[in-house]
């Protein structure tokens, strides 16, 4: 419908497409029940979204909505050009908060589980995640209706992009600094401490400092009684330093931090297994606590 590059003339074209009024009619394509015309209307948004004047008007026109809708229904061309667009439009500072609401979170999560996590489609895709938590309570609610949502995130952390890592921390933290009683032990529960101790130590400067203030979110015990994350990375790092050299120091210190975890798992959990058989008064719990 619209082939347009994003050199400087087509820029220009396209500033000129959404003045003379191609939003309305798009508009109307996008609610039909034509599935190819809506993935054609999607594209035309999705170039004319690339020209940053026009941002504005096609949110303000009532398109995002819309492209929400697409990401359930439409083809996977016509959900990566949504997400796209959705993302491009993110970029209006004025109006980001109000692009997307809670029903898009279900529909981005699902995409996000299914694509490789390293992907320029999951860096869009976290970043709009990441946008509603920080801006919904709706969305933060709906994080945890869907299926594998926080989940989905944590995996990210793990295996993302350095883009997509900086985001799903991000979306994890908003989550914790809005009601860390609530969402503290479902992050938990889902394995997010080893991806984030290992975000302490490599990724983006953000990503970093996203992570150290996450862990301590995620502390049980109060503050004071914990050694800080950045004092625990330095000694790691110290130690990597002297066992492998300063160029493969950030690889060994993250083995480290991840054996650390691992271990404190298993001791965490013989001490409550050493609990419970302590604890034992009949031989048949017994029995059942040493199958």
Request: net charge positive; charged share 20%.
């Amino acid at each position: 419908m619209l082939h347009l590059d994003n050199n400087s003339k087509s820029r220009m074209n396209k500033i000129e497409i959404v003045k003379a009024g191609a939003v309305s009619p798009l508009i109307q394509i996008l609610k039909l029940n034509n599935a190819s015309l809506r993935e054609l209307a999607t594209a035309a948004i999705l170039s004319l979204s690339a020209a940053p004047p026009n941002k504005a008007t096609i949110i303000t026109s009532g398109v995002p909505p819309l492209l929400v809708q697409m990401l359930s229904s439409g083809s996977v061309q016509g959900k990566v050009d949504a997400v796209t667009a959705l993302h491009n439009l993110s970029a209006c500072k004025e109006y980001s908060s109000s692009i997307i609401d809670a029903t898009a979170v279900s529909p981005l999560i699902r995409l996000l589980r299914e694509c490789k996590k390293h992907s320029k489609f999951a860096e869009k895709a976290t970043a709009l995640i990441e946008m509603i938590l920080s801006n919904s309570q709706f969305g933060r609610n709906a994080i945890t209706s869907c299926e594998a949502g926080i989940l989905t995130l944590v995996e990210t952390v793990e295996d993302g992009s350095p883009l997509s890592i900086e985001h799903a921390v991000g979306a994890l933290l908003s989550l914790c600094r809005s009601d860390r009683n609530k969402y503290r032990k479902l992050v938990l529960k889902e394995g997010a401490i080893p991806g984030l101790l290992s975000s302490t130590v490599e990724g983006t400067s953000k990503t970093r400092g996203r992570a150290r203030t996450l862990l301590e979110l995620l502390r049980e015990t109060p503050r004071e009684k914990q050694m800080a994350p950045l004092v625990l990375e330095k000694i790691v790092y110290g130690i990597a330093v002297q066992v492998d050299g300063a160029k493969k120091a950030a690889e060994t210190a993250k083995k480290l931090l991840q054996d650390m975890v691992h271990r404190s798992m298993e001791l965490s959990i013989t001490s409550i297994h050493h609990k419970a058989t302590s604890c034992a008064t009949t031989p048949d719990f017994t029995s059942k606590s040493t199958s």
